[in-house]
C-alpha cells in the first residue's frame, strides 16, 4: 500500500513518506494535485517560498524514478552549484529514508549503496535499473557553466534558470537565453520537460520562453491585487 501510494500520491509521498509535516497546508495540497494532473511542458512561475522547488524538483523527480527505475533526469539551474544542491537533498532522501528503502528494495540501494554505479554530485545517482544508458538516473548540470555533452535525458528539468545576477545586463539575459536554447538539446525525441523559477525582470528567459510557447504557463504570485 505504501509503494502504490509513494508512486500515486505526491502529497503522501512529501508529507508522509518525507515527512515534511510543514506542508501541511491548503495551498500546498492543491498545488501537489495541480502538478500531478499536469507535471510537464509547464513552467511553473511562483512566488518564492511557495514550495514550487519542493514539489516540482525534489518530489516529482524522486516519484518520476519509483515509478520507472530507468527513468533518466537532468536537473539544469543557472549554474551547477544551484543544480548540485537540488541532486544532493534528493541524495540524502534516497540514502537515508527508511519507509522508502523498506517498500522501493528493488530500485534503491539501501545498505548496498557502496554497489551503486554512480552516486555522488559531480557524477550523478544511478537507482537499480536493468539497461545502462550513457545518462544516470539523476544528474545536475548548469545552463550558463559546464552544460553536458552527449547526453540525452529523457526528463530535463530547469529550476532558477533565471536568478538575481542574470538579469543585470541586457548582455546576462542574453547569454541566459542562449544557454537555455542549448541545453534543448539535451533532452531525447519523445521525452519531456518541466520549468520552475521565480520573475526576477519583466524581460528576461522565462518571457521570451512563454512568448515562443515553449513552455505553458502555471502562475502562482505571492499576492494578488491590492497595493504594496
Known sequence: VCRD????????????VCQRKDMLHPWIYARC????????????????????????????????????????TGIFSHTRPIAKAFLRQIMRELEGNQILLGAFPDVLWGKDIKDAPKWSEDEGIIVRRKTNPNEATVEAWGVVDGQPTSKHFRKVLYDDVVVKDSVTT?????KTMSQLEMSYNLGQVGGVRMMAGTKWDFDDAYRTVLDRQTFKLRFHPGREGGEE
Request: charged residues 30%; proline residues 5%; hydrophobic residues 35%.
Open 33 to 72: 494535485r495541480e502538478v500531478e494532473k499536469d507535471p510537464y511542458e509547464y513552467l511553473d512561475l511562483w512566488a518564492r517560498e511557495h514550495y514550487k522547488s519542493t514539489i516540482i524538483t525534489f518530489g516529482k523527480t524522486i516519484q518520476d524514478l519509483l515509478c520507472d527505475p530507468e527513468m533518466t
Open 170 to 174: 541586457p548582455e546576462m539575459k542574453l
Open 5 to 16: 501510494l509513494c508512486q500515486n500520491d505526491l502529497f503522501y509521498l512529501l508529507v508522509r
